[in-house]
């Protein structure tokens, strides 16, 4: 079983910046898909970003030009960087992965945007 452990939420002011991590306890190599997703209460768990072994990042329409999500390898860590963050952006975010058929997830993180 792949285990995702997150770190890196918190509180932050409009139009700052957070950077969240996911550790896996897999190589990247062996996971097809790896990325974040985020949800509010009472709201869907919507992607935020994903990141395949091979292919293009995908991003939400709402994050595009705002947020990175990049793979180091030799760390077997996901990483999403979050600029310009705006109110709407307060979640919990959430890593998952994909390994052949099995989908797993991260505890989350909590990320406020506030003033």
């Known amino acids: 079983q792949v285990r995702l452990v997150e770190s890196g939420g918190g509180l932050v002011q409009p139009g700052g910046s957070l950077r969240l991590s996911c550790a896996a306890s897999?190589?990247?190599?062996?996971?097809?898909?790896i990325g974040w997703y985020r949800q509010t209460p009472g709201n869907q768990r919507e992607l935020v970003a994903s990141h395949p072994r091979y292919g293009s990042r995908i991003y939400a329409d709402s994050v595009k030009g705002r947020f990175i999500v990049s793979r180091d390898n030799a760390e077997n860590t996901v990483v999403l960087q979050m600029n310009s963050l705006q109110p709407e952006d307060t979640a919990v975010y959430y890593c998952y992965a994909v390994q052949r058929d099995n989908e797993y997830w991260g505890q989350g993180t909590q990320v406020t945007v506030s003033s």
């Open positions: 897999e190589s990247l190599f062996g996971i097809n898909i």
